[in-house]
DNA sequence: AAGGCCAGTCGAAGCGCTTCGACGCATCTA
DNA sequence: TAGATGCGTCGAAGCGCTTCGACTGGCCTT
């Protein structure tokens, strides 16, 4: 292994002058600064990271911790993982992969240790176990999500609230006036986790303001499970004719239980997701849907928790402002009567 | 920051007993060992990461290369990524997550820098260019994934050929004598991904033994193309009864396809996938699969790289035995004429 | 011409840990 | 009873880097 002392006996200055050239922290002349970096480059030369984070507390690492459950949302996860990765190395940083799993333990164990310099949370709850050491931390953090109170925190997400609404309105303009949300798995309810409580919130606030009445079902993504889901909804309003569905392995399977009941999209009735856009387009339908930015939420994360390790302030909550596209699962509902 | 040292004071010891404790390396006395660990508890004490590396030159972490590209095989992906990270955990280890967007810069810099002890490449090329640096570098690799030549390297993989040759015997069982693949996209063909050319090898060697036909198309994971694909399948070969889908998003548009064009599954048309378990039985028909074993893929790629580590020796190539299960989607070809 | 200043470089002191050799003591062996 | 043996512990020497203070020479001031 190339070290530092070498490099520096090599372009024949001391071992500090390469590490100001490779910091910048001091003014190097032009010609120290050719050689060194020559030799850098002739002897392969890689800092050793174990040794620079001793000396400068620094490791230049963020640690990422996604939620250990891969059976939800998990395009949106992994659009976000890679965004995150490849947003930290344009910084200079690496990204350590942490399972929802150690939970709050993990946060500590990293605190501790100095693995990383920062943190990067997913799949937040509402009252999430992590925050409070979050808060005592002096560690930058960001969330990707919102839990109940983001005080002194700082928070990424799509406004979910704001997502929810846009989904009434579009049907409600559209002459919709029962709407029923086919949500997420009943376990994500019970955790708690903000994004799907906050869109409910968002759709039945804004359908009470619009006369729209709302029916929320929870469901599995499995065929069999929204079989039985739907079955219940056209007993329960057999007037229903909008849908929302946040869960995206549930889009297939609706689309492909409506067509078999006789029921066309959008001219019986009218389909609009929540979901990232490939999932949209890519559908047997082309969906009109609320794009769930996942890489720009990604990305976010990254530069906030950059701009946090430099110094910089940054405001706690940026939510991202959701973008309806209309495409084909929507259309005029039924004629006033 | 708690340091070894301080814990060292608090139990009245010296460092090196403190570390002999942490490492087992050395008998200690069970009284002195007893009040380190309080010490440890009470103080809150985690070992400096840096400090650690530094001094043993081992780092405690793995390095896992993702595929950059989020829209393929995801599930799978993810799957294997989350397996890794807490299969890694409860060996000590924690896991690096770099995207293949540096390509094999990535290798040489982790190598050179000591931020990991190992590596786990996934998405491997039939000729990968970091092949070449993992041979060369004495840190252990493992490959989830074979390569043209996995000679001198660790490999971990489901045996696609023998799955290929599963999905045939299955369907030339039932009677089906015409088969179409309705392969990845081009673009994993193009870029030579081992797995999805050895499916094709083992589908085709043992149609050729047991005189079954067989026509190959890739296509994108859209419903659009899909479509497209299908209809140039039909067209060519009218008399096809079995389908045999590797493009997990390529399922649930086949399926509906084939319903809306009348032909019933599994009375007319026979299909079999190989995707993970959990896609066959979410789908709209429960599929016939061969299952792709992605978290077990990821916990043996830990286990061989941590045995690695411990200086153990590692079959070079585990291929896992792939595993058929009959569901609803496949069933009696065409009555022999 | 003397003083001050700055750019450019170096030396040395750690950062917190692991690990090697050494030491003291008790126990065994002959 | 002398020497060998082993266990449990300690001190000290690094691991490869960053960073602080100090030094040197040139250039600008006055």
């Known amino acids: 292994m190339v070290t530092l002392a070498e490099v520096a006996h090599h372009a024949g200055v001391s071992a500090s002058t390469v590490s100001y050239v490779l910091s910048g922290k001091r003014s190097i002349s032009a010609s120290t600064k050719d050689r060194v970096e020559r030799s850098i480059r002739e002897l392969g030369y890689h800092p050793n990271a174990g040794a620079r984070a001793l000396a400068s507390s620094r490791s230049n690492i963020i640690a990422l911790m996604v939620p250990l459950r891969t059976d939800m949302y998990v395009p949106v996860m992994m659009e976000i993982a890679i965004a995150v990765a490849t947003t930290a190395r344009t910084h200079g940083y690496d990204v350590l992969l942490l399972t929802g799993e150690e939970g709050p333990e993990a946060v500590r164990r990293i605190e501790g240790s100095a693995l990383a310099d920062a943190m990067i949370l997913m799949d937040v709850e509402l009252h999430d176990e992590r925050l409070p050491l979050i808060r005592e931390t002096d560690r930058p953090a960001v969330l990707i999500g919102l839990p109940a109170d983001p005080t002194g925190l700082t928070c990424v997400d799509l406004d979910f609230v704001a997502t929810g609404a846009q989904c009434v309105e579009h049907l409600f303009g559209l002459g919709h006036r029962e709407i029923a949300v086919i949500g997420e798995a009943p376990a994500v309810y019970e955790r708690h986790t903000g994004f799907a409580e906050r869109t409910l919130d968002g759709l039945r606030t804004r359908a009470g303001e619009l006369g729209v009445r709302v029916l929320h079902r929870p469901c599995e993504g499995t065929y069999d499970a929204l079989a039985a889901t739907l079955a219940r909804i056209f007993d329960e309003r057999p007037g229903t004719t909008g849908f929302v569905v946040q869960n995206e392995s549930a889009v297939e399977p609706l689309l492909s239980l409506l067509r078999r009941q006789g029921r066309a999209i959008p001219e019986d009735v009218s389909v609009i997701a929540i979901c990232p856009d490939q999932v949209a387009t890519q559908a047997s339908v082309r ?46 509902g039924p004629a006033k009567g």
Chains 1, 2 share one sequence.
């Open 287 to 332: 969906l009109t849907s609320v794009a769930i930015p996942a890489q720009e939420m990604g990305r976010q994360a990254v530069e906030r928790v950059v701009a946090k390790l430099r110094g910089q302030d940054v405001d706690e909550v940026a939510l991202l402002v959701p973008e309806l596209t209309v495409r084909a699962s929507s259309g005029p």
